[in-house]
């Protein structure tokens, strides 16, 4: 959606990468340990932007580009930073769930159904930087659980669509920084809405401010 030119703070210096998390072991995370795509394209881990002195520090749980690691391209607990960068990935249910170094649940996936089969859930992070959750005996041919692309933050990225989903009633849309060095909820969104026409569509604290009729668009069947 846009080029962000800041630093952001990832520490790489002897960090352990893994290649998922599983429903019967919880997952301590931090700087020195991380989740790696199977091609080494993203990681999955904690990240902290530039800050000026004097301000906390805000420690984020996200996904970038391992060869460069400025281009964040999903924020989990967004609007919710935390102090430290350490914590433990735990999924519960069918659940992914943040905690700090407390114990306190800092973000989650928020699904409402259960594993009724007590079946073993896995979270894998994709070579397409998509975090999906699914059950270890069904492959993604399947479907999954639950995914990152269906709740995508700033970035649009390779295989990812916008727009209404039916199926999973979830409506796609890119959402802006607050600031360049701060990514909680912005005042700016970009979408695909179908009225009359499908159109692409730049809101502004809810208010459109862009529209473009979207001649070809591949959205999500209704």
């Known amino acids: 959606m846009k080029v962000r030119f800041f630093f952001i703070l990832v520490l790489h210096l002897s960090s352990k990468y893994d290649s998922k998390i599983v429903s019967t072991e919880p997952f301590k995370i931090s700087t020195r340990r991380n989740i790696l795509s199977p091609e080494k394209v993203f990681v999955f881990g904690f990240f902290k932007p530039s800050t000026t002195s004097g301000v906390a520090d805000r420690w984020y749980l996200g996904i970038w580009h391992h060869r460069f690691p400025q281009e964040v391209v999903w924020v989990a607990n967004r609007d919710n930073p935390m102090s430290k960068p350490v914590g433990t990935l735990k999924i519960l249910d069918t659940n992914l769930v943040l905690l ?6 800092v973000w989650w996936t928020n699904r409402t159904s259960t594993n009724l ?7 894998e992070l994709l070579d397409s930087g998509n975090f999906v959750l699914r059950y270890f005996n069904n492959d993604l041919s399947t479907g999954c659980l639950w995914q990152s692309f269906d709740f995508p933050t700033d970035a649009l990225v390779s295989n990812m669509k916008l727009g209404f989903d039916a199926k999973s009633n979830i409506n796609r849309v890119l959402e802006s920084w607050r ?19 499908v159109q692409s569509v730049i809101r502004k604290k809810g208010m459109p ?3 473009r009729l979207k001649m070809r668009v591949e959205i999500s069947p209704t």
């Open 100 to 105: 700090d170094q407390y114990g306190t649940r």
């Open 117 to 123: 089969m007590k079946s073993l859930v896995t979270g």
């Open 179 to 197: 600031s360049s060095d701060d990514p909680s909820s912005g005042e700016i969104t970009y979408g695909v809405e179908r009225h009359e026409l």
């Open 209 to 211: 401010t862009f529209r």
